[in-house]
């Protein structure tokens, strides 16, 4: 059972954690930096410009990755058990769920999911990001329990609320002290067998696929910013008058409107501007532009070299480094989603059922631009060699190949029987 003082000092932890999320997060949405810089002299042009260089990361990432569904597959053919599963997926909108999850732990290097029974009886799973819930766990890595806290008004005064999650049950605490000690209101057992929270990682080092490269996305807002400051400046420039050390403001304000100077042989003006080395601004512009592209594996996709109809092969090259990276959020999710599947399955078994977790498979389809002209040769070429359902998986555009497979000899045997009958005529 989880005790007050475990609580009080998890939320402690978690307080100290969230500096760092919520920059991440602030980067995300586009309030980067920045967007806080003051300069000494407050007459000076000061433009903020935040580059969105995060949300483009993760967003390719998210598209790439996770905007095609992921498939569950059966190894022994357990239909029932599948029907049952998707029942459960689509009651809580599991493919955005798994969006939103692969967008998070891109993010803040990773996130949460609670499992849970509805007041229905439903099985209900919620994803919740590092700045909602915090997560205590062992020296060997298990989870030993789970919170979510915050603020409510009681009368006239402020309470902690808190819900907590173990391997026995959902514990409920109020704290009426500002979270010095925490008093249970309530248990309810849950029957998962384990604690009901998943924890999805980025990598073994829960880094989000941006926070190393913040340093170089402050540095680009800096000089998009400065140079817009260079630019109004320039449109506020002093002009310089010489040999007319008598001229006085009313004589200013006159040639102002009237937009006329009238200099003699020893007079002459010009603007007093800053000389700008463009070209060095806009080199060092591009360098850290790359910088963060190959080193955030985010390929330029707007560029030339994704305008022809490449070959899959010249595809996979440059996607290689965001394929590389996905691959290792694959294999993390796998893992994740194997406790998700475990945990329903305790409920389901429970409930009548005799279903083994072990039995399901993930299968992971990258939304990756291709050639269907070649796959759809290499199909043909191959087909004497491997089985037709397998071939038909490849094209993009067939999304149930056993059920192709099966209208084709469907249509191969109304065939054989129209030839018979035509020969029997």
């Known amino acids: 059972m989880i005790t007050s003082e475990q609580i009080r000092d998890a939320i402690k932890k978690h307080r100290t954690e969230l500096p760092r999320y919520q920059k991440l997060y602030n980067y995300y949405v586009g309030r980067n930096d920045i967007l806080n810089r003051q300069l000494p002299d407050p007459l000076k042009p000061n433009n903020k410009i935040a580059t969105s260089y995060c949300s483009l990361i993760i967003d390719t990432v998210v598209g790439y990755f996770a905007s095609k569904p992921v498939s569950y ?48 009886g439903n099985i209900r799973f919620q994803q919740y990001s590092p700045l909602e819930m915090y997560v205590e766990k062992d020296s060997q890595d298990n989870i030993l329990f789970g919170i979510r806290y915050w603020k409510e008004k009681q009368g006239d005064s402020d309470v902690m609320k808190v819900e907590a999650y173990d391997a026995e049950g959902f514990h409920y605490f109020t704290s009426f002290d500002n979270g010095e000690t925490f008093v249970l209101d309530n248990s309810i057992p849950h029957f998962f067998g384990e604690v009901p929270v998943i924890i999805y990682k980025n990598n073994d080092e829960e880094i989000g696929d941006f926070e190393k490269q913040i340093p170089l996305i402050d540095a680009i807002d800096k000089i998009l910013s400065d140079s817009a400051n260079e630019l109004e400046s320039f449109a506020n420039a002093y002009l310089l008058i010489k040999g007319y050390q008598g001229t006085k403001p009313e004589d ?35 360098t850290i532009d790359n910088l963060i592209h190959i080193q955030t594996a985010t390929p330029k996709l707007t560029t030339e070299e994704f305008s022809s109809n490449l070959s899959g092969i010249a595809i996979g090259f440059k996607l290689f480094g965001l394929e590389s990276k996905c691959g290792v959020k694959e294999r993390k999710m ?87 009958g035509d020969s029997n005529g």
């Open 73 to 120: 597959l059966s190894r022994s053919n357990n239909e029932k058990y599948l029907a049952d599963l998707q029942k459960i997926f689509l009651l809580n909108d599991e493919e955005d769920t798994n969006a939103e999850i692969v967008k998070d732990f891109s993010i803040f290097g990773k996130c949460y999911e609670l499992t849970y029974i509805d007041t229905q």
């Open 252 to 286: 200013i304000e006159k040639m102002r409107q009237n937009g006329v100077l009238l200099l003699d042989n020893q007079g002459d003006a010009s603007w007093l501007i800053k000389n700008i080395n463009n070209q060095f601004q806009q080199n060092f512009f591009e």
């Open 334 to 420: 796998e893992k994740a989603l194997r406790k998700r599947i475990r945990l329903i399955t305790n409920i389901l078994n429970l409930k009548g059922a005799n279903y083994d977790w072990t039995d399901v498979q993930f299968q992971f389809s990258r939304n990756i631009p291709q050639n269907e002209a070649e796959i759809t040769n290499e199909i043909v070429q191959l087909s004497h060699l491997v089985p037709l359902e397998e071939l038909l998986s490849w094209h993009p555009r067939i999304q149930n190949p056993a059920q192709v497979v099966q209208k084709l000899k469907q249509e191969q045997d109304t065939m054989n029987l129209d030839q018979i």
